[in-house]
T-cell receptor, first 113, second 114 residues
Framework: DTEVTQTPKHLVMGMTNKKSLKCEQH?????MYWYKQKAKKPPELMFV???????INESVPSRFSPECPNSSLLNLHLHALQPEDSALYLC????????????FGPGTRLTVT | ELKVEQNPLFLSMQEGKNYTIYCNYS?????LYWYRQDPGKSLESLFV?????AVKQEGRLMASLDTKARLSTLHITAAVHDLSATYFC??????????????FGKGTLLTVNP
C-alpha cells in the first residue's frame, strides 16, 4: 500500500475561520511533508517532520501551524488566512528524509474568501 | 541556494514524435526524481534516479542522470495523447544540519496533439 490520504478534498474558509487539514499514511514512513502549490507552479516545501519532530520550517507564516500527533498522522492547522493562501496543499511521506522517494497525497484544494 | 532549471517549460508535440526534456541543477546531488502531474491532480512518481549514470525506462519514457554535468533528461518516444501532463524534476539536496529536501523545477507542460 503506497497511499497517502488527505482530508478534506476541498475547503472554503473565511479569513477569520480556524480549520485543519489532515494527512495520513500507513506505510511505516518516518518522514512527512507539507507542500503548497499555486496554479501552474511547482510545489513549495512548507514543513518537514522526521520521526515526529519538526525538522524544517521554510519560514512559513505562523497562521499555518503543523502538528504530527504520531508517525502516521500529520495535521496543518489554519488560522486567520489571507486570500493569497488559496492553493493546493499537498502532503507527502517517505521512508526517511534522506534520498527516499516521496509519495504524495491527493491534496486539499483550499480557497480563502 | 539550489537552482533547478527545466526546459522547455512548454512543449507541444505531435503523436508519434520523440522529444527530450532537460533538467539542470546548480549544486552537487546524486538524487533526482521525476514526477507527473495531471491538471487538478496530485504528483505521481515516475522515476527515482539515485546515482551517476542511472537510466530508467517505463513505457515510452526514459530518464537518465549525469551527476557530473548536473543534468537529467526525460526522453519521450513515440508520444501519445495520454502523455499530456506537466512533468517536474526534483533534486534532493542537503539543506543544512542533517536536513535534506526536494527542490522542484518549474515544470514542463507537455501537450501531445493527434
Amino acid at each position: 500500500d503506497t497511499e497517502v490520504t488527505q482530508t478534506p478534498k476541498h475547503l472554503v474558509m473565511g479569513m477569520t475561520n480556524k480549520k485543519s487539514l489532515k494527512c495520513e499514511q500507513h506505510m511505516g514512513h518516518r518522514a512527512m511533508y507539507w507542500y503548497k502549490q499555486k496554479a501552474k507552479k511547482p510545489p513549495e516545501l512548507m514543513f518537514v517532520y522526521s520521526y515526529e519532530k519538526l525538522s524544517i520550517n521554510e519560514s512559513v507564516p505562523s497562521r499555518f501551524s503543523p502538528e504530527c500527533p504520531n508517525s502516521s498522522l500529520l495535521n496543518l492547522h489554519l488560522h486567520a488566512l489571507q486570500p493569497e493562501d488559496s492553493a493546493l496543499y499537498l502532503c507527502a511521506s517517505s521512508q526517511a528524509v534522506r534520498a527516499y522517494e516521496q509519495y504524495f497525497g491527493p491534496g486539499t484544494r483550499l480557497t480563502v474568501t | 541556494e539550489l537552482k533547478v532549471e527545466q526546459n522547455p517549460l512548454f512543449l507541444s508535440m505531435q503523436e508519434g514524435k520523440n522529444y527530450t526534456i532537460y533538467c539542470n541543477y546548480s549544486t552537487t546531488s546524486d538524487r533526482l526524481y521525476w514526477y507527473r502531474q495531471d491538471p487538478g491532480k496530485s504528483l505521481e512518481s515516475l522515476f527515482v534516479l539515485l546515482s551517476n549514470g542511472a537510466v530508467k525506462q517505463e513505457g515510452r519514457l526514459m530518464a537518465s542522470l549525469d551527476t557530473k554535468a548536473r543534468l537529467s533528461t526525460l526522453h519521450i518516444t513515440a508520444a501519445v495523447h495520454d502523455l499530456s501532463a506537466t512533468y517536474f524534476c526534483a533534486v534532493d539536496h542537503h539543506s543544512g544540519g542533517s536536513n535534506y529536501k526536494l527542490t522542484f523545477g518549474k515544470g514542463t507542460l507537455l501537450t501531445v496533439n493527434p
